[in-house]
């Protein structure tokens, strides 16, 4: 079980360091992205890792209650055929509680050890946690910082276009153009006038003479009626 845990904390631990001390373009915003992607999925896994070790210690913790149990209990069963003279009977008894204190002994190492990777891998999750947190915010900031830096260049873009249209108005007279559009509505309106003054038809002498009398009936109706 120590050989195990030994080569369990070099493993895990030692891919926890080596992604600590990566080395990275703080100012690649792929770089940087890639990174926190990768200590997500390493956060994940030693979150998951240190679950299980603590697990661990818990079994180890019970087992070893278990054997202690049996101990004393084995010890009591000695000492009462000893006092019945079944020496060769306590013997082999003893024989088993020297079996389970040797295996006593051996969960013991494997529980400090345990704690120690368990202690370990606990403060590799917190320093996991803490460097994500980091670049998180670093990342965030950096796409912050692009979004911004796109909207000065459209904008500066934008504002370069519309001053090449203003300066390119610069050489054109407002005046001359209002003048000319002045000019163009007094001409149309002059078309305006002959065309509905074309559409008059003169009246006759017989006609007009009618025209004036109906005119002077409107305006006269008592003398309309003497008539």
């Known amino acids: ?14 891919n926890v360091h080596d992604l600590l001390d990566k080395a990275i373009d703080m100012n690649s915003p792929s ?20 679950a299980v070790q603590a697990g661990q210690i818990r079994t180890l913790t019970r087992e070893k209650g278990d054997i202690e149990h049996q101990i004393d209990s084995g010890i009591a ?21 020297v079996r389970l204190k040797d295996r006593l002994s051996r969960t013991v190492d494997s529980i400090a050890s345990q704690q120690k990777t368990s202690e370990e891998l606990d403060k590799s999750v917190a320093l996991l946690d803490a460097k994500h947190t980091d670049m998180v915010s670093r990342v965030r900031e950096l796409e912050r910082m692009d979004l911004d830096t796109k909207a000065k260049e459209d904008a500066a873009s ?27 509505n007094d001409v149309a309106q002059e078309k305006f006038s002959r065309a509905v003054g074309s559409l008059q038809v003169e009246e006759d002498a017989d006609t007009a003479s009618k025209v004036d009398d109906l005119l002077s009936e409107i305006s006269n109706p008592l003398r309309s009626s003497k008539i």
Request: aromatic share 2%; hydrophobic share 40%; net charge positive.
């Open 1 to 14: 079980m120590s050989t195990f845990l030994n080569k369990l904390r070099t493993v895990v631990l030692g």
């Open 31 to 50: 770089a940087l992205r890639q990174y926190t992607r990768d200590l997500e999925d390493a956060l994940d896994r030693m979150k998951s890792e240190a």
């Open 158 to 184: 934008a504002l370069h276009s519309a001053g090449k249209v203003v300066s390119g108005l610069g050489d054109i007279s407002i005046d001359d153009t209002e003048s000319r559009m002045r000019a163009r």
């Open 77 to 97: 069963t000695i000492k009462g055929l000893q006092q019945s003279g079944k020496d060769e009977l306590a013997r082999n008894k003893a024989a088993e509680v």
